[in-house]
């Protein structure tokens, strides 16, 4: 489904082949990986499958995978799954965070997930990189729990804080909770 969505500061857009340069940049630099559970891709040609893998087939059943855009120059993208959780993720380049366009671009894709019909969102972020906590935050969304998994290929054990956004009338959903070995309730400020 080839969805465009316009906020004040973005243009949020699927990705396209020409978008290649674009999807290198973020895939391949190492601060915007950190806190995500794939390597850095280290070519041209892995950036192209990439665009193969996880922009070419988007669309409402497999979720939305958008490109965030100044103009039209990708510096970032926004996913949110099509199936539960419907987990919402997202990633900007260094030089364009702090200024709100993640939680910009998150809020115009998770009204269009409410129009769409979902009855909530979640989202998740390891607990090392508690700015994007703040994002889900801004977006209204909750804390729930906290459970720890074992990411691959990275090989290491992680503590994901999960948020939820609920439209209708939802209970929280369970499904890290009940897969978790290591799972429990912060207080959080």
Same mark, same amino acid.
């Given at each position: 489904m $080839? /969805?465009?969505?316009? @906020? #004040?500061?973005?243009?949020? =857009?699927?990705?396209?082949r020409?978008?290649?340069?674009? /999807?290198? +940049?973020? %895939? ?7 806190f ?10 892995e ?11 988007? &669309? ?9 855009? /100044? &103009?039209d120059? #990708? ?13 919402? &993720?997202y990633?900007?380049?260094?030089? %364009? ?13 998770l009204?269009? +997930? ?9 989202? @998740?972020?390891?607990v $090392? $990189?508690?700015?994007s ?19 691959? #290929?990275?090989?290491? #054990?992680?503590?994901? =804080?999960? %948020?939820? /956004? ?9 499904? %890290?909770?009940?897969? +978790?070995? =290591? =799972? ?6």
């Open positions: $080839n /969805i465009v969505l316009q @906020t #004040p500061r973005l243009q949020i =857009r699927p990705f396209t020409k978008d290649t340069d674009a /999807i290198f +940049a973020i %895939y391949s630099d190492e601060n915007t990986n950190t995500l559970p794939w390597f850095p891709v280290r070519t041209r040609t950036a192209e499958r990439v665009y193969e893998e996880r922009y070419a087939a988007s &669309g409402k059943s497999a979720g939305f995978a958008l490109a965030v855009c /100044i &103009g120059r #990708p510096v970032g993208y926004v996913h949110l799954d099509g199936r539960p959780p419907y987990d919402l &993720g990633a900007l380049l260094p030089g %364009y965070r702090g200024r709100g366009l993640a939680a910009e671009a998150c809020a115009a894709l009204g269009h +997930a409410r129009k769409e019909g979902l009855l909530f969102v979640t989202a @998740t972020h390891d $090392n $990189n508690p700015a906590g703040r994002v889900m935050q801004k977006l209204g969304m909750k804390y729930c729990y906290t459970y720890e998994e074992f990411w691959r #290929p990275k090989n290491f #054990p992680v503590l994901f =804080r999960l %948020y939820q /956004i609920s439209f209708g009338d939802v209970s929280v959903w369970r499904g %890290y909770w009940e897969g +978790a070995k =290591r =799972r429990f309730v912060e207080s959080l400020p």
